[in-house]
Each structure stands twice: as C-alpha cells, then as structure tokens.
C-alpha cells in the first residue's frame, strides 16, 4: 500500500531540534522503498528554510539534507483564497496553511490515500468541516506510524522521536490555551496516540488477558470512539459496546466545558461533571453486573481513559474549589486508571497534579517522590525532565535532604543550558503553578532563573510577562516567607550559569521590578468611608489575581488579590466563604465598595496596600481560565 504524507512546517521544526543521524538514513530507505511519498508547498520550504539537525554531526540544514525525499508542489493563490472563502475568511488558517490543505485535498482527488501531517488543530477542525477528503495526525502520530510501516531496523529512532515530539505538542497545545478550544484538541492529540503503537517498555503483562482478548480491547476502544470496527470484532463483542457507549459521552461533556476561554461557575462544571460521571459508571455498571469477569476486565480496560480524563478534571476543579482533599481523592483515582491502561504519560501528568497538591500544603516528602516518579516517568517515554527535577529539588531541599536536592538540581542545569528559550517556558510554567498554589516564596526563585533564560536568550514577550509576575510573586509574599524559604536561593542558582551581560541586565531588570514592588508597599492615600461604584477603584474590564482566601472565626472571608498597577488588596467579603482559591480571576462587577488602609498585622501578613469592603458579594465574577478545569496541565 501508498502512502502519501503531506507536511506542516512544524514538523521539520520538531525534527530540526530533536531528530537523530540516524533519522535521515531510515526516512530515506523508505522513500527509496517506493511505498512513502512525502509532499511540502514553496511556502513551507520558506518557513524552515534556516532550520537544522541540531542533533546530527556538523548540523546540517534539514531542506537540504531531506532534498531528495521531498516532492514541493506550488498551490496558486486563487486556490489559496477559493478555500478561505469556502471556509470563511474569519475562521480560516494561515495563506501557508490554507496551501497544504489545497495540496493534500488535490492529491485525494488522484485518488491517494493522503495524510497531512500537522500539529495545527485549525487544519483539523476547518478541513473536516470543507468534506476535503485527507486525514490529519500530528507530527508524533506521524513518526509513531512509520515506525510501525518501515523496516524493524528503523522502528527504535522513529518510537524514541514520536515520544519525544509529543510531549513537545502537549505542552505546545497548553501554551495556546487562549486561541482554540483546548479540550478538544488534545483529546484528538490522545486519540491519534491510541491509535499508534505504544512504546515498548518492560512491564509484566496480565495473565488474564490474552492476545486476542488485546484486540477486542482495541476494538472496544475504536468502537467507543464512533469508528468503524471488524464485523468479527463486533460479534465477538456482543452487548459490550453498547454497554459502555455511557462512558463515551464524557469527553463531549468535558469539551462542552471549553467552548469558552474562561468560567465562572466552577463549582458548577464540578458539579455537573460528577453527576454525568455517575450517572455513566451506574449505567455501565448495571450493564456489566450480569457478564463475566472477562467482559469486565475488557470494559475497565477500554474505558480507563475516560475515568482518566474525569477524573483528573474533577480533580483540578475541586483544587480550584480549595477543596484539597476531594482534589487529592480525583487525581488519585486518575493516576490509578492511567495505570490500567499504562498510559505513561496520564500517569506522569497525574502524579505531577499530586505533587503540586502536596508541594501546596507543604507535604515536602510525599511531593518529593511523586516529583520524582514523574520524573522516572519521563525518562521511559523521553518527555522532558526538567520540570520534575526542578521540583523534586526544590521540595526536596525544603525538606531537608541537602544531597537529593542538590543531585536533581545537578541534573536539571543540563537541560537548562542545553536550551535556554525551551528552559525559560519550562521555568516560568513552574513558577506559574506554584503561584496558582499560594507558594509564592517557591515561585520568586523559579521566575527569577526564567527571566535570566529569557534575558540571555533575547525573549522581548517573556521578559515582560515575566516582570509582571515577580511583581506578582513579590507582593504575595509575607516576612514569614523570607526566612521559610533561605538557601534555596543558592541552590537554585547553580540551575543557570549566566554570562556577564545577561547579569548586568538581569539586575537592571530585578531593580525596576524591587521599585514597583517598593511603590506597592506604602498604604493606599485615598480611603472611602461611603459606598462608591467599584469600576472608580478598578476600571471595569481589568482582573485581579487570588493569592489566597482566609476566612476569619466570625465567617468572614478575605481575600488577597493582585492587580497590575495598584498591587495587593485585602477583599473584605462581610457574606462568609465564597469558593475560591489561588489562581482564579476576579472581577468588582457592578459591586459597590468601600477603601480603608489596612492594619499593620494585615499589612505585615499580607503585604496588602488596603482593604476593600464588598457591598454585594454576587456581583463579583470569579472565572478562571477553562483549561485550569478541564483536565490538562
């Protein structure tokens, strides 16, 4: 059978940073086999033409080395806009994307079995939608399936760089949580993993379950997915498909939860999440009652990945309720489905969400070694480290184990100076989480190494967005923190060895953000002992952060938050606890309030530059963004 492959540029981009010498060698076997086409327009060859194998000796550049294996095909621009207009102008992909989908949809027509081969979940959803006729996977599916159709000699390098490419894809797809619908693209990214092989690793398997009992198990899967299965697959299946249909519906219901950037009503998404995994588990339980073990185990087996799924959003949703210990209880039974599918990366992701519950309330040793598991994890599945390692140090040191602190952060400095840009997202998301959790002491440590990254590596963007939250992280922090977290500065020092000119604009950077930070000390001059519209305090629009949520023996709740230009205030809710937490996003709404200057207890545990008394506590907004609740770091 032919395969035609038509591919995005940010596949090459994966393949320029992480592709083997050995790569070129077996995709070019298997374009001589004459059984794999591989199709790029002129535009994606402009897009990659600078990038190299930075892991290949002499690093050579990619479109040159990949010349003789790669067929370029120009697309004519009125094509180009025929399918904007068949799409719509406002929903559809970039010129160089838009001509790829021409591409791959011409090559159907001549009746070929096309792919296109994209991490670009708009080409996806927008060429489903156009009836174009191709398939999608992203650029991990793509080397997963090559290893699977070329020669067994060449199975190790494709496996080892589809692990790799697509922990680079999760955490890509996170980071542009705000342009799609994120639910929903990684449940296509798990889909396509599903259906590729899985990494070898040496694990027992189960003695109960035999080989062909494993391909009913995949077939049950497809089936559960609406595709189509072996009609002797199906027989043997009998009710079984049918009966597990319920659980299938839970990853509609939690995409349902993404169709908007952010939400207001976490504790009602919660809500409605466990009523529809209920009512799913008792419908598929009453069906499974009457059958036999073996049916059983085949249904636990397929349906693990959408407990998984739940389980874990349910788990994120409780944390952003501040219930911890119903969070703990969620992302515990998420880590225990993971398992039964052996789904490595679920079970990385799971212990990591376990970790930051533990680091949140200060259990250093149990976050230690869920840190730490994680991150023997990531070197079965060669995802990136480096997060792990960092907070296995970080906990580890906060747990008095001067040596394991300092061996993680040892083996952390590698990947740092390897990369520094990728260092830099990887460092300012860790610092971003430990934020979500009221550490903010932990936090300033890892955004200020970040912004060193980010100083050497020329990232105007992240240095900004990184000014503003350690102006963030300075301001949560108490006199209690200061002392709580000495030495670790020295420790996490050694993760960066920075070079003079970086130093000096470091401290510039440091010095302006210690002025703003000074400026957000002093008490606020204006007080109001009558009831004003909020928008004259905050003007309407502009958020303010949750650092944390205290509720006094009276029942009344204050809340510490952050804002850009004002710093931190007290929020003084007189109605008792409303269910909130670190990380969400408050907005005064139509809400009157009053200003008065904080105590000096206040001031010294809160660092708070006064206190603003709520008038009507339903008129505040508390959302936060959907991808915090839906299941995904």
């Known amino acids: 059978m032919s395969h035609t492959w038509v591919i995005d540029s940010n596949c090459f981009i994966h393949l320029g940073s992480m592709a083997p010498d050995q790569f070129l060698k077996d995709m070019k076997s298997l374009s001589a086999a004459g059984n794999h086409t591989f199709y790029v327009t002129p535009g994606v060859q402009g897009e990659v033409r600078t990038v190299r194998f930075q892991r290949c000796k002499g ?21 180009i806009r025929g399918l904007a207009k068949l799409i719509g102008e406002k929903a559809s992909p970039q010129d160089v994307d838009l001509s790829l989908m021409v591409l791959a949809s011409q090559l159907v027509r001549e009746g070929r079995d096309v792919v296109l081969v994209t991490d670009d979940f708009k080409m996806t959803t927008t060429g489903e939608k156009a009836n174009l006729g191709y398939t999608t996977c992203p650029p991990s599916t793509f080397m997963q399936r090559l290893a699977e159709l070329g020669p067994n000699k060449s199975r190790s390098t494709f496996n080892s760089l589809s692990r790799r490419i697509r922990a680079a894809e999760m955490r890509y797809a996170i980071s542009r949580v705000n342009e799609y619908d994120i639910q929903a693209k990684l449940t296509w990214m798990v889909d396509s993993l599903i259906e590729g092989p899985k990494p070898k690793v040496n694990r027992p398997t189960k003695p109960s379950q035999s080989e062909g009992d494993e391909g009913l198990s995949t077939a049950l899967k497809r089936g559960l997915k609406g595709e189509n299965i072996k009609a002797k697959h199906r027989k043997k299946l009998g009710t079984l498909l049918d009966i597990c249909m319920p659980m299938a519906a839970l990853d509609g219901h939690l995409a349902s939860l993404s169709t908007k950037t952010y939400s207001n009503d976490v504790e009602g998404a919660y809500q409605s999440t466990m009523l529809a995994l209920s009512e799913a588990l008792e419908s598929v339980g009453l069906g499974l009652a009457p059958l036999g073990e073996r049916d059983a185990e085949l249904a636990n087996t397929a349906l693990a990945g959408f407990v998984q799924r739940t389980e874990t959003a349910l788990g994120l949703m409780a944390k952003m309720s501040g219930n911890q210990i119903a969070a703990r209880l969620h992302l515990s039974r998420a880590l225990q489905a993971a398992t039964l599918i052996d789904d490595q990366f679920a079970e990385m992701h799971s212990m990591h969400q376990l970790g930051l519950l533990a680091t949140g309330s200060e259990h250093w040793d149990r976050a230690a070694r869920l840190f730490e598991t994680a991150d023997r994890q990531a070197q079965s599945i060669d995802s990136d480290r480096l997060a792990y390692l960092v907070l296995a140090g970080i906990t580890r040191h906060m747990n008095q184990d001067v040596q394991a602190a300092e061996r993680h952060i040892q083996s952390a400095q590698a990947y740092v100076k390897e990369d520094k840009i990728k260092a830099c997202h990887s460092l300012t998301k860790i610092g971003t989480s430990l934020l979500s959790i009221d550490q903010p002491g932990l936090a300033l440590e890892l955004l200020d190494e970040a912004m060193e990254c980010a100083l050497e590596s020329e990232q105007t963007a992240e240095i900004e967005r990184l000014a503003e939250l350690l102006l963030m992280a300075n301001a949560a922090m108490t006199k209690l923190d200061s002392l709580h977290y000495e030495g670790l500065r020295s420790l996490l020092d050694r993760l960066n060895a920075i070079d003079e000119g970086a130093q000096v604009a470091f401290k510039k950077e440091i010095e302006a953000i210690d002025q703003r930070a000074s400026m957000h000390m002093a008490p606020l ?20 952060m949750v650092v944390r949520s205290e509720t006094d023996e009276h029942g009344h709740t204050l809340i510490i938050v952050h804002h850009g230009t004002l710093g931190s205030l007290g929020l003084w809710l007189p109605e008792g606890r409303l269910p909130v937490s670190s990380g969400h996003i408050i907005s005064l709404g139509g809400s009157r309030v009053k200003v008065a200057q904080p105590t000096v207890d206040l001031q010294d545990q809160h660092g708070i530059r006064g206190i603003v008394a709520i008038e009507t506590s339903s008129e505040l907004d508390f959302i936060v963004p959907t991808e915090g609740m839906t299941g995904e770091d």
Do not use: C, F, H, Y
């Open 59 to 79: 690093k050579p550049e990619l479109l040159k080395s990949m010349e003789s294996i790669l067929t370029t095909i120009s697309v004519e621009p009125d094509q």
């Open 525 to 544: 001059e204006e007080t109001w002992n009558t009831w004003q519209a909020g928008d004259r305090l905050i003007p309407e629009g502009e958020p303010l």
